[in-house]
Antibody, heavy 114, light 107 residues
Framework: QLQLQESGPGLVKPSETLSLTCTVS??????????WDWIRQPPGRGLEWIGN???????YYNPSLKSRVTISVDTSKNQFSLNLNSVTAADTAVYYC??????WGQGTLVTVSS | DIQMTQSPSSLSASVGDRVTITCRAS??????LAWYQQKPGKVPKLLIY???TLQSGVPSRFSGSGSGTDFTLTISSLQPEDVATYYC?????????FGQGTKLEIK
């Protein structure tokens, strides 16, 4: 059974970089033809697609975040990661990792505050 | 970029009612549309993909239809456990934008 688990700091200071990792178990991030997504949800608001990485290693980003986002994969650890730099309070949200076919992590709340 | 607009933003219906939620894309996306259900405090759950294909394990009272720019999610007989916010998402090409959500409550 495929499982995804987000990990990373729950508190990030303004202007710093938010870094999260998604650890995949029960399957491989190298599996062909899958998109591995990052999605976020500010408190009380809707879902926002941040970006993803394809099994080929190609990345795609939300244009509204593109200048600040990097998604990468570490096949040796079966993980993929999200870096979002120059964060502000508007980046406070629950961050989810997911595989396009409906498998999601439990989400992790990241608060941006000094 | 293609925008996804859901309507209504919220609705209230009675148990047993037929409920329809609409999602409109600002440009055609063929049938590359998914529907998610998010119950309060829970992780979103994939209900339907490719506009009309029911995800395994999802009750048959849920159905999806549409192609191009107009899509619908229908619950044939509303149950109390269907209280949730429903989101559509385009998955033809990036950015994979979500609709703003439709909050469904029981009357």
């Amino acid at each position: 059974q495929l499982q995804l688990q987000e990990s990373g700091p729950g508190l990030v200071k303004p202007s710093e970089t938010l870094s999260l990792t998604c650890t995949v178990s029960g399957g491989s991030v190298s599996s062909s033809n899958y998109f591995w997504d990052w999605i976020r949800q500010p408190p009380g608001r809707g879902l926002e697609w941040i970006g993803n990485i394809y099994s080929t290693g190609s990345t795609y980003y939300n244009p509204s975040l593109k200048s600040r986002v990097t998604i990468s994969v570490d096949t040796s650890k079966n993980q993929f990661s999200l870096n979002l730099n120059s964060v502000t309070a508007a980046d406070t949200a629950v961050y989810y990792c997911a595989r396009r076919d409906g498998h999601w992590g439990q989400g992790t709340l990241v608060t941006v505050s000094s | 970029d293609i925008q996804m607009t859901q309507s209504p933003s919220s609705l209230s219906a009675s148990v047993g009612d037929r409920v329809t939620i609409t999602c409109r894309a600002s440009q055609g996306i063929s049938n590359y549309l998914a529907w998610y259900q998010q119950k309060p405090g829970k992780v979103p759950k994939l209900l339907i993909y490719d506009a009309s294909t029911l995800q395994s394990g999802v009750p048959s009272r849920f159905s999806g239809s549409g192609s191009g720019t107009d899509f619908t999610l229908t619950i044939s007989s509303l149950q109390p456990e269907d209280v949730a916010t429903y989101y559509c998402q385009k998955h033809d090409s990036p950015p994979y934008t979500f609709g703003q959500g439709t909050k469904l409550e029981i009357k």
